[in-house]
């Protein structure tokens, strides 16, 4: 059974930084793309990066482009999302998924997903 458990959000002032992190179980993922997706009140669930955990390719949204770095520890079996310069509009739900579709920016790609964790920038 897949299990995807985020951890690390929390409140933190505008300009600061959070690592998120999200322990993977369950199966071998060598062959998945891991992606972190947000979700703000009122909106949809939008795409924030990705990455190829056999080759290690990465993926950005143009949003948060040179301020998250998303990576991955093959010996932990965990992906990290390195969050710099954060902004009150980075503040939603934070969600960690993988999947093996190709359309890495789709949430309909990802069949597993974590519970989420909230981050919270006040200006």
């Known amino acids: 059974q897949v299990q995807l458990v985020e951890s690390g959000g929390g409140l933190v002032q505008a300009g600061g930084s959070l690592r998120l992190s999200c322990a993977a179980s369950g199966r071998t993922f060598s062959s998945y793309i891991m992606g972190w997706f947000r979700q703000a009140p009122g909106e949809e669930r939008e795409f924030v990066a990705a990455?190829?955990?056999?080759?290690?390719?990465?993926y950005y949204a143009d949003s948060v482009k040179g301020r998250f770095t998303i990576s991955r520890d093959n010996a932990k079996n965990t992906v990290y999302l390195q969050m710099n310069s954060l902004k009150p509009e980075d503040t939603a739900v934070y969600y960690c998924?993988?999947?093996?579709?190709?359309?890495?920016?789709?949430?309909?790609?990802?069949?597993?997903w974590g519970q989420g964790t909230q981050v919270t920038v006040s200006s």
């Open positions: 998924a993988a999947g093996r579709g190709v359309i890495y920016q789709n949430s309909l790609e990802y069949p597993y």
């Open positions: 990455i190829r955990w056999s080759v290690g390719n990465t």
